[in-house]
C-alpha cells in the first residue's frame, strides 16, 4: 500500500512537470483586440487546407502571427507609403521594414512554434527585379506551395493581410534555398544586410540618382 502511494506522488509530481514545462514553453503573446476576429478567421481558413491540419495549431499559428506583425509594426515605426518606408531604411532612418525583412522576422518567429502539420515557406514574386516581393506561404504538412496561404505585410504597410497563392495579384514562386539562408544565418546570430532586391533600392542603383 506505501509503495502504491509513494509511486502515485512520484507520478502525479512528474506530470506536473510536465505541465509546468509545456506552459513555460508556450509562447506568451495577445492578439490586438481589433484584429481578434481576422485571426479566428485565419485560423479557420488554414485548418481547411487538409483535413491533416490540427484545427489547435492553426489557431495558434494564426494568433501568433497577427500578435508578431503587430510587434514588428511597433518596432519597425514605418512611416509614409511602403515605398518612402524603403527609402527610410535604404537611408538609414529606419533599421529594418524592407519586404524580404517582414518575412524573415515572420518566418522566424513562428519557426519557434515547432509547427508539426502545418509548415512554412518562403516566396518570392518578380525575383531579382525592382518589383521583388517577398511573403510567407502557409501550407498543410507534404502539401505543395501553390496550394498554400500567403502571409505578407508590406503590400499592405505592417497589417497582416492574407490569401491562397493562386488567387494573389502577383506570381509569388518557393524558394526554398533562401528560406534555408534565412535560418541558418539566425542560428549564427547573423541576421543583417544581404543582396535582396528592393523597391527603390533597385531603382537608385539603375538610375544612379540618389536624394542625399
Not at 508578431?68 to 537611408?91: C, D, K, S, W
Request: proline fraction near 4%.
Amino acid at each position: 500500500m506505501h509503495t502504491r502511494l509513494v509511486a502515485g506522488v512520484i507520478a502525479a509530481f512528474a506530470v506536473s512537470n510536465l505541465l509546468v514545462t509545456a506552459e513555460q514553453q508556450r509562447p506568451h503573446f495577445e492578439v490586438p483586440p481589433k484584429e481578434s476576429a481576422r485571426a479566428e478567421e485565419l485560423a479557420n481558413q488554414l485548418a481547411r487546407l487538409s483535413r491533416g491540419v490540427d484545427p489547435n495549431e492553426a489557431k495558434l499559428l494564426a494568433d501568433f502571427a497577427y500578435a508578431t506583425v503587430a510587434r514588428l509594426r511597433q518596432e519597425y515605426r514605418m512611416f509614409g507609403t511602403p515605398i518612402f518606408n524603403n527609402f527610410l531604411v535604404y537611408h538609414g532612418w529606419r533599421k529594418r521594414g524592407y519586404c524580404y525583412q517582414w518575412t524573415e522576422d515572420l518566418l522566424l518567429a513562428l519557426d519557434t512554434l515547432k509547427l508539426k502539420t502545418l509548415e512554412l515557406h518562403w516566396g518570392d514574386a518578380y525575383r531579382e527585379t525592382w518589383r521583388e516581393n517577398n511573403c510567407l506561404v502557409v501550407t498543410a504538412k507534404g502539401q505543395p506551395f501553390e496550394r498554400g496561404m500567403i502571409l505578407e505585410c508590406w503590400r499592405h504597410f505592417g497589417h497582416l493581410r492574407w490569401n491562397l497563392v493562386p488567387s494573389d495579384e502577383d506570381p509569388y514562386y518557393e524558394n526554398a534555398k533562401w528560406a534555408e539562408k534565412v535560418r541558418a544565418r539566425a542560428a549564427a546570430k547573423t541576421l543583417g544586410p544581404d543582396n535582396r532586391h528592393v523597391v527603390f533600392q533597385t531603382q537608385v542603383e539603375k538610375t544612379g540618382n540618389s536624394s542625399e
